[in-house]
């Protein structure tokens, strides 16, 4: 049985519900998201699963925000 791997991330930008799902739904259109949660109250986004980091960092540049090192 495989493990699910959560990496945690911070995003720029978020500033109410709607920016949360925005990015939320990006990630989660990846192949290998298994769950993505964004909270603007922490600035970050915890992805569950095997995304690469630069698909993960597209995807919430597509939803209008920016991924921080």
Not at 17 to 23: A, F, I, N, R, Y
Not at 40 to 50: D, E, H, P
């Amino acid at each position: 049985m495989s493990q699910t791997t959560e990496t945690t991330y911070r995003v720029q930008g978020m500033t109410c519900g709607h920016c949360e799902l925005s990015v939320r739904e990006e990630v989660e259109e990846l192949g290998g998201v298994e769950s993505a949660v964004a909270d603007r109250a922490n600035g970050t986004l915890i992805v569950g699963g095997s995304a690469p980091h630069d698909e993960i960092r597209r995807a919430v540049k597509t939803a209008g925000y920016t991924l921080l090192d």
